[in-house]
């Protein structure tokens, strides 16, 4: 089955940039997605990228995906206290688009 | 707010019971998810459910079982409660069609704690 790991913890100051990354092992997964989740909240999509696609730039948030590895990436422009967060990282079972997710990586964001 | 209702917020039980968790997709959406979230597992995908009928099995322990309403809304049944089972479980829809819709919307999950 699909594994995806991330790291558990980034720690950047106010106006940094942050780049959370992501590896997971089954490359058939056809979408990618990066998933926000705000203390005692649920799950909010950020972005998603098709495995076809190399870079998908939406505002602050920049996605990259080397395939070849298996490695996807989310940078955060000017970084904000209010992205404190765990971002989870998720990538389709083969075949499917169910996403599996990794365990979420705390964003701490200093002032 | 993701348009995903789940009920209840909090739950506390004892082990040996039986609890039921109740989700309400988006509008128009017809798929429904049931994750489970704890420290020591992450985020486990746990069944799916499209239309009425069961899509995909994750990690869904024979004690749970789970269906889908007429009226597209979820339940997910938990019985015979251990203390391993205390964790936040999510339940997300996403619309399917012609086209396969790429977007999960979760709701806010329900905490169930077994004591």
């Known amino acids: 089955g699909e594994d995806v790991e991330q790291s558990l913890f980034l720690s950047v100051r106010e106006g940094d940039s942050s780049v959370i990354n992501c590896t997971y092992t089954?490359?058939?997964?056809?979408?990618l997605y990066w998933y926000k989740q705000e203390p005692g909240a649920g799950l909010q999509l950020l972005t998603y990228?098709?495995?076809?696609?190399d870079m998908k730039q939406d505002q602050r948030l920049t996605v990259l995906l080397n395939k070849k590895d298996k490695h996807l990436s989310l940078r955060i422009a000017d970084t904000q206290t209010g992205d404190s967060a765990i971002y989870f990282c998720?990538?389709?079972?083969?075949?499917?688009?169910?996403?599996?997710f990794g365990r979420g990586t705390s964003l701490i964001v200093h002032p | 707010d993701s348009g995903v209702t789940q009920t209840p917020k909090h739950l506390i039980t004892a082990t040996g019971q039986r609890v039921t968790l109740r989700c309400s997709p988006r509008?128009?959406?017809?798929?429904v998810y049931w994750y489970q979230q704890s420290l020591d597992q992450g985020l486990q995908f746990l069944i799916q459910?499209?239309?009425?009928?069961?899509?995909a099995k994750g990690n869904i322990l024979e004690r749970f079982s789970a269906q889908q309403f007429p009226d597209l809304h979820s339940e997910l049944n938990l019985s015979s409660l251990e203390l391993g089972d205390s964790a936040l479980y999510f339940c997300?829809?996403?619309?399917?069609?012609?086209?396969?819709?790429?977007?999960?919307?979760f709701g806010q999950g329900t905490r169930l704690t077994v004591v």
């Open positions: 997300a829809s996403s619309r399917l069609g012609l086209a396969m819709n790429t977007e999960a919307f």
């Open positions: 089954d490359s058939s997964s056809t979408y």
């Open positions: 990228i098709f495995s076809n696609m």
């Open positions: 998720a990538a389709s079972l083969g075949g499917s688009y169910i996403p599996t």
């Open positions: 509008s128009g959406d017809l798929s």
């Open positions: 459910y499209y239309n009425g009928e069961e899509r």
